[in-house]
């Protein structure tokens, strides 16, 4: 029998989504595993993992397609721009997954880009069903919808207890970027 990878989100309002997806990539990558992170919405801000990713060649592959934050902050990209980085995010997503050159895949943010209507529901549970058996697929972002609820295997909130921006200390470098 074939080893059935899983679909895995990590969501909710605390800190740890993307921390958790790159923390199973570590471990993942110590077995030469190959992993691949695509990253929607974020963009344009620099982060360790940007760099991770020369180091830990070529079992990382980080691929930013975002254009940073959407309607907030320093946000000065019309929607039609976030709009088409998305479908631009998907249309890599669907060449990864079916490329078959990866073990998992890390889907940074989607969640959030399907709640923001950047991309469509269904193209994202269409994408999950087609995937190769033995792949992983790891999706992060503040928001879960019920479809993609019904089809994961592993599901964990992350729940904000305490977070230091409420006394606020800024996000730290090799902690929060
Ligand atoms: P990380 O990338 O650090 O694992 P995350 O993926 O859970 O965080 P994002 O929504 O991607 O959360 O937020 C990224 C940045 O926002 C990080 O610098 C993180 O520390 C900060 N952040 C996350 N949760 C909160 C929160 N509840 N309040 C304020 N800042 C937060
Ligand atoms: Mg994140």
Known sequence: MTDSGLIIVYYGNGKGKTTAALG?????????????MIQFIKGEWDYGELYSSNKLKPNFELIVTGKGFVGIIDDDHPIDEHIQSSKNAIKIAKEKISSNKYNTIILDEINYAIKLNLIAENEVIGMLESKPTELNIIMTGNYLSKKILDLADLVTEMKEVKHPYKKGIRAKKGIDF
């Open 24 to 36: 199973i990539a570590l471990r993942a990558i110590g077995y030469d595993h190959n992993v691949c």
